[in-house]
């Protein structure tokens, strides 16, 4: 495979994977991929009851577009199908256009997961992999613990057998809950909540059984009880109905300008959770493998996925964390245990669908109830509470909105609070005043005992000078300038400037400016090389002068003491250089250590 033109293994990226699979491997990936699509059977069925669509499209969604991602991603252990979060974002989103389940809220879903995949090839394919660092991990905790409570609650109708409205927020469903609870069905709550404990049972005293599949056929059976004893019309017990034992028939989207008009916020906001939570579990279980994950491969198989699924009667997929760690913890080695699984779940479904024929609506509520407490990551969020306010704020603000506005506006708010803090850190870069301290036994601060030089100004900035920050270092530097307005003369170290845009090297100019007007001038050192060329290619070097630039801080003292006002310099008590001893009027031995910089202030 090394000798492939790099062309052909960026169109199947696959290739860069392939000469790891042996008979051995295979073995392992096999059994892992069947082991996945066991779980993914009572995952695809419960995440589709979620999304308000038909539940055999939570088992298609798990079929084409696993073997999609798995061969086109990046990750080895990743797998890709139905997940919760989007199955919430995709009910509450197109629940307002169409009645769940109908045909038309069908079709909109599968446009819906067409416009997804198209973004996340675009994504990729303008290498924007990293955009996902941009969002906070706490966008994605009070999300998805924003989604879970709405779970919970979209399921009380299930799981108590009462009359609720379709559709409304948090405190509408709550308000006709408590309405209904003198009509609660005590058959219906016994089927729920029978199967809600045998499924905590099972987690908690025997966690190698698949608790989902034992809590649904305990409360299959349980129904069948009660409706042979006492009766389907006494009971009211409702089932979901047989799934149809065929492979995932063909569809399309429907790419009609209105549909792609009212879509276009909630594709855009579904494309960048699925796009966080795939990519943060394939890098997860990387730095668990040792193995390297591209963001961009991954954006793009995401998206071919999704495109794929739009035509495979699959809606929205992603990363699948249970799934994927569940993969990982099987031993799986390649991608094809992902292909596997996929391709299991087609013979699986062929013999078992029609047996959800005796799944009742409580059971598959018990089911999502245990689903949604499990997606509330109590301890992450102690942690983020604890740890930081301004993570606090962002989980607090996307939980609140996720419950009490609309689902997907809660991602762009907890996206934008990310962003904002992002760039309010690094729009406000430190600024650092340096003083030289003679004495050798101690370091001096600039406070009152400390004596800088009365002419040359030392600063330290530590941060990217773009236009988001040039106002900050501007007005810092000013601040200095009021502190001591006869230090004309400033040096600049430039070690901690990783990045000088248009803007940055403007307003070094207008300093320089500033300074040389006042009789001074503005000097740099230990500039790195990118900076360096970016200030070369933008004008500011040539305006400052080559020989401004020193390489070291004792390279540029030495030069710049040479320059300033002699005659100060010799009737100066500060002396706060080694080089002030070449002035005739010292009382300083000739030979002094060159003292260190130490941080003195910092400007604010």
Known sequence: MDRCPLWVIQLFPFLRWWPRVTNRTLRIDFLAGLTGAVVVLPQGVAFATIAGMPPEYGLYAGMIPAIIAALYGSSWHLVSGPTTAASVVLFSSLSVYAEPGSADYVALALTLTFMVGVIEIVLGAVRLGTL?????????????????????????????????????????????????????NPYVTGVALLTLLSGVAVKRWWPRLPYMIVAMLVGSVAALALNAGVGSEITGIVTIGALPASLPPLSGPGLTLENLQRLAPTALAVTLFALTEAVSI???????????????????????????????????????????GLNFQAGAVTPLAAVFAGGLLMGIVLLVAPLAAYLPNAAMAGVLFLVAWGLIDFKNIAHIIHSSRAETSILATTLLAALFLELEFSIFLGVMLSLMLYLNRTSRPTVVSLTPSGDERRLSHMDAQAQPCPQL????????????????????????AERSPEQRHVLLVAAGINFVDLAGAEMLEREAKSLRAAGGDLYLCNVKPRVEESLRRTGMLAYLGEDHVYATKKQAIA???????????????????????????????????????????IVR
């Open 132 to 184: 996902v660092n941009f969002i906070s991990h706490s966008v994605v905790v009070g999300f998805t613990a924003g989604a879970a409570v709405l779970i919970i609650a979209k399921q009380l109708k299930n799981f108590f057998g009462v009359e609720i409205p379709r559709g409304g927020n948090l405190p509408e469903i709550l308000h006709h809950f408590f309405q209904q609870i003198p009509n609660i």
């Open 282 to 324: 394939g890098r997860a279980l990387a730095t668990r493998s040792g193995q390297h994950i591209d963001g961009n491969q991954e954006f793009i198989g995401q998206g071919l996925s999704n495109i794929a699924g739009s035509f495979f009667s699959g809606y929205v997929a992603t990363g699948s964390f249970n799934r994927s």
């Open 457 to 480: 100004g030392i600063v330290r900035v530590d941060g990217s000078l773009f236009f988001g920050a040039v106002s900050h270092v501007q007005e810092s530097l000013r601040k200095q």
């Open 559 to 601: 030069s710049i003491v040479a320059t300033l006002n002699q005659e100060r310099c010799a009737h100066c008590t500060v002396r706060s250089f080694m080089e002030c001893s070449r002035t005739p009027h010292t009382d300083r031995p000739q030979e002094l250590p060159f003292p260190r910089l130490v941080d003195a202030a």
